[in-house]
């Protein structure tokens, strides 16, 4: 089964606006990453969050973690149309001593000029 | 940058076919992993490999098989390509095991089996 189930799993929104996506997990976690995957093309890193931490930042992401509800959420602040893309969190269990990550279903963002 | 290349961008095979698909890292990582991503399945792990001639299972590994004779090429083999195999294939590498490691994906190809 998925670890990861991302929220929602299509977005739209205005060119200026805030995007908030979220993602939930089932076991614990080593640490979460988010991916990013233009239309037909690789997956991208974005930003990786450690189980310890619970807020990281990079440029107009924001991703937060809470261990406790076993949920995550990435911002997006002040989307642009080059902001247009699926978005995957992936996580490192620590319920075994594997290191894969395991992927959600992701969230279909759509920013409008 | 890191670099991941992979053979093809699309390819169409029939039933019955054995299908290579081959990727390619240019930053000595030591990982290497097949996903295939399907709609609303997201993506799912076929195989891996932490080393030369190394390989293990991943959580789809059935109809599918590896090798990796070099550090730098990780090959998929459909050994007999069903319709059921019709789906996006990515694959990605990352430098070292441990639970901070980003992976590095290549372009992803699509494939059709008819």
């Known amino acids: 089964s998925q670890q990861g189930e991302e929220d929602p799993q299509a977005l739209s929104i205005q060119e200026g606006e805030n995007a908030t996506m979220n993602c939930s997990y089932k076991t614990s976690i080593n640490n979460l990453q988010w991916y990013r995957q233009n239309s037909g093309r690789g997956l991208v890193h974005l930003i990786l969050?450690?189980?310890?931490?619970r807020e990281k930042h990079s440029g107009r992401l924001r991703v937060t973690l809470d261990t406790s509800k076993k949920s995550s959420s990435l911002l997006i602040t002040a989307s642009r149309a080059a902001d247009t893309a699926s978005y995957f969190c992936?996580?490192?269990?620590?319920?075994?001593?594997?290191?894969?990550?395991?992927f959600g279903s992701g969230t279909r963002l759509l920013v409008r000029p | 940058d890191v670099k991941v290349t992979q053979s093809s961008r699309y390819l169409v095979k029939r039933t019955g076919e054995k299908v290579f698909l081959e990727c390619v890292q240019d930053m000595d990582h030591e990982n290497m992993f097949w996903y295939r991503q399907d709609p609303g399945l997201g993506l799912r792990l076929i195989y891996f490999?932490?080393?030369?001639?190394?390989?293990e299972k991943g959580d789809i590994p059935e109809g599918y098989s590896v090798s990796r004779e070099k550090k730098e090429r990780f090959s998929l083999i459909l050994e007999s390509a069903s319709t059921n195999q019709t789906s996006m294939y990515l694959c990605?590498?990352?430098?070292?095991?441990?639970?901070?490691?980003?992976?590095?994906f290549g372009p992803g190809t699509r494939l059709l089996v008819l």
């Open positions: 992936a996580t490192v269990s620590s319920m075994d001593s594997s290191y894969k990550l395991i």
């Open positions: 990605a590498s990352s430098l070292g095991l441990g639970n901070k490691e980003t992976q590095y």
């Open positions: 969050i450690r189980s310890n931490e």
């Open positions: 490999s932490y080393d030369v001639k190394m390989k």
